[in-house]
């Protein structure tokens, strides 16, 4: 009779997940003893036929048969395979399928119509996996690992049964599991064993002993190689080893450097789903040997072990997966409710550097009625983003294919790692997004890959919307005017286009509804008329009065007698026609109110641009720096934590900036997350980013 049939459900669901496939236990005249864990959908459907055909090809197989006690690939059907092996003393049949053999998923379907009747076949051999060589050795471990836990709930042994099926029912539910309990758990409760230990790899080829229970205390924290001594060696292996009568072994000698000096040793090299090694090993220390039950045990600790990592490392992925659809939602709502080009520009910029972490972040943007590039960069060496970007922008559109809009990684002379991604509508390429990913591992590069390139749909998607905004009835009027200056004074073009752009940027900071900044960037547009002249040329009156009182507050008006957009107005005008001078626009009046937020605009510059076909440098600013300090309740400190969380630092670094430990690191950034209500650092950059363009919003909403 099953000891536990729930436990071992639990059981099958863990490696159900790890190996994709159904399992389910029969006994030995074929019936189904648990409830299948649903992972392949052809295996389920082949279990729920009327005819239960699975179960039917499973009995003829079983049905007066010997079984080795390994597992076995057997042929349910031609082309279609399951895994069998005995276990429990051989009283039930652990069972994992279905996958197919490669090169038969054609003919499967109609295999399958012929044996069972018709159903959905065709879909369900397309959602089966491939057996490989390599895939069915890999199942085939995890499927043996599977039947050692099982055979563990038949026998009650010297590790005691209760606490084993207490830790085998925390398997699913062990996210973050604490090892060094676990260890002493495992300890207490298997008198056999004089002690038992945890390796950890700390980096390649390099270990860190970070538990020991029992004998051996003074391990702990000590390191060792792959291939040193009994530890390394079992590693090198890469498979369970036993050493006896080890006493006089000079491979003792690193343990006998610690006054410890173990009998016996058995050795279980653990990998995890990261990739990640672990080495537990236990053993005596007075001459007593281990007993095939003890090293039993020792399998089982293992695997529960290894299970546990497994289902914690899922969990922490998939959370890790829900905060960031959690930042893309927050982010695609602001870039939605954004109407300017520019705004967009820079959302993808900031947000994909200071999510991603990398050295620098840019965006190569097209213009619509010419071949000219603009950059728009943060981060890095500017002359060589220059650089790369020329050569980025003259790859992709050469090179550029409709259909094709995957992110690429691009290796750059000096090694640089860039993910580029192309930001694409309805076939048409509008620009291409450029991060910075140096020193991730190749699973971590994998999962920025994924987030960038939904961030570029959304990019893609909200430019093009931007671009497409209904146009003011006097544009065509204005742009004429605009072209005519250029025909007959190319210096005050330049100031006019160079007075435009800094507008932009500055507007793109304020709470200004759309028709406002239009009719001040439009007075910009044409500052190198006169009021009179435009008077007449112009229906819209509106930028002439802007510009006209302008002049009026440069040459001496009171300051206060002008409503706020003539202010802004004024203040643009100054500083542009001054050479890009702080100090005409200080003389203006005392810096608070219009005056006071340009100071800070133009002193916060943070953003870098540049246009390939005039060569210039443009610097505008979208900083965060006033928003953390003016409108987020934190201390000074945490307002220096966040600002270089922002900038993509992690605990270590930002420990070093401000000459404070990691644990104090640490609590500032748990004090940050409670009072932005976020949960982890993509939510409150987010957030902040959120707070910048969105000038309403609240900290905690």
């Not at 559109?397 to 640089?416: C, F, M, N, V, W």
């Not at 210096?491 to 500055?506: D, I, N, R």
């Not at 505008?620 to 003016?630: G, M």
Request: net charge negative; hydrophobic share 40%; aromatic share 8%.
């Amino acid at each position: 009779m099953m000891p536990d049939i729930h436990i071992a459900e639990e059981i099958l669901d863990v490696y159900a997940e790890r190996t994709g496939l159904t399992l389910f236990l029969l006994d030995h005249n074929g019936a189904q003893v648990t409830e299948a864990s649903a992972k392949s959908p052809l295996c389920i459907e082949l279990l729920d036929r009327p005819n239960e055909a699975l179960l039917q090809a499973f009995q003829e197989r079983l049905t007066g048969g010997r079984f080795p006690k390994r597992v076995i690939p057997y042929d349910i059907a031609p082309g279609l395979y399951s895994l069998i092996i005995p276990v429990m003393d051989s009283a039930y049949f652990l069972c994992a399928g279905v996958y197919i053999e490669p090169n038969t998923a054609s003919t499967l379907p109609e295999t399958l119509s012929e044996l069972c009747g018709e159903g959905p076949w065709q879909q369900l051999t397309a959602e089966t996996a491939v057996g490989t060589l390599e895939k069915e050795k890999k199942w085939m471990a995890e499927v043996e690992k599977a039947a050692s836990l099982l055979d563990s709930l038949k026998r009650e042994r010297a590790f005691s049964y209760d606490n084993q099926v207490q830790m085998i029912r925390s398997i699913p539910q062990r996210a973050g599991m604490d090892r060094s309990a676990f260890i002493e758990l495992a300890f207490r409760n298997n008198p056999q064993l004089d002690f038992i230990g945890l390796a950890v790899e700390e980096e390649e080829e390099t270990f860190c002993i970070t538990d020991m229970a029992g004998e051996g205390k003074a391990l702990e924290d000590c390191r060792f190689v792959l291939g040193e001594g009994f530890l390394g060696r079992a590693l090198l292996a890469d498979r369970e080893v036993v050493w006896e009568d080890i006493s006089d072994d000079t491979r003792s000698a690193f343990f006998r450097e610690y006054d410890f000096d173990p009998t016996s040793i058995y050795c279980y090299p653990i990998t995890e789903r990261s990739g990640s090694r672990l080495l537990l090993f236990t053993g005596t220390v007075q001459g007593r040997t281990l007993t095939g039950a003890a090293l039993e045990q020792g399998q089982v600790l293992a695997a529960i072990l290894e299970a546990g990592s497994y289902t914690s490392s899922l969990q922490l992925e998939n959370r890790r997966q829900i905060h960031r659809l959690t930042s893309l939602v927050d982010i695609c709502m602001t870039m939605a409710s954004t109407v300017d080009v520019k705004r967009i520009v820079y959302i993808l910029v900031d947000i994909s550097m200071s999510l991603s972490g990398g050295a620098f972040s840019c965006v190569l943007l097209k213009s619509e009625n010419s071949d000219k590039m603009q950059l728009v960069s943060r981060g890095g060496n500017r002359e060589k983003i220059s650089a790369y970007a020329r050569k980025a922008a003259a790859r992709h559109y050469r090179e550029y294919k409709p259909a094709s809009q995957l992110p690429e990684i691009h290796e750059t002379e000096d090694g640089s790692c860039i993910v580029e991604c192309p930001l694409v509508h309805r076939g048409e390429l509008l620009g291409i997004l450029c991060v910075s990913c140096d020193h991730v591992t190749r699973k971590e590069l994998e999962e920025q890959q994924t987030f960038l390139y939904t961030l570029s749909i959304i990019g893609a998607v909200s430019l093009q919307l931007a671009r497409q905004k209904d146009e003011h009835p006097e544009e065509r009027v204005i742009s004429a005017l605009e072209r005519a200056v250029a025909e007959f004074d190319l210096e005050k073009h330049a100031q006019s286009v160079k007075l435009f752009e800094t507008a932009e940027g500055f507007l793109a900071r304020l709470e200004l509804s759309d028709r406002r900044s239009y009719h001040i960037l439009s007075a910009c547009r044409l500052s190198a008329y006169s009021p009179a002249f435009l008077a007449e040329a112009l229906n819209e009156q509106e930028p002439v009065r802007l510009l006209q009182e302008a002049r009026q507050l440069l040459g001496g008006k009171p300051w206060s007698e002008a409503e706020e957009d003539s202010q802004l107005t004024a203040v643009l005008l100054a500083y542009t026609e001054s050479g890009d001078s702080l100090k005409a626009v200080r003389a203006l009046g005392e810096e608070e109110g219009v005056l006071h937020d340009f100071c800070v605009f133009i002193e916060e510059i943070i953003i870098s641009e540049e246009e390939f076909a005039l060569g210039e440098d443009d610097q505008t600013s979208e900083p965060y720096s006033r928003i953390i300090k003016e409108r987020l309740p934190l201390s000074p400190r945490e307002q220096d934590v966040l600002d270089l969380i922002i900038k993509g630092q992690n605990n270590r670094e930002i420990a070093a900036a401000l000459f404070i430990s990691d644990h104090t690191v640490k609590n500032h950034v748990t004090k940050i997350f409670q009072k932005l209500r976020v949960t982890d650092r993509a939510q409150a950059i987010s957030k902040v980013y959120q707070m910048m363009y969105e000038p309403n919003s609240a900290p905690g909403h």
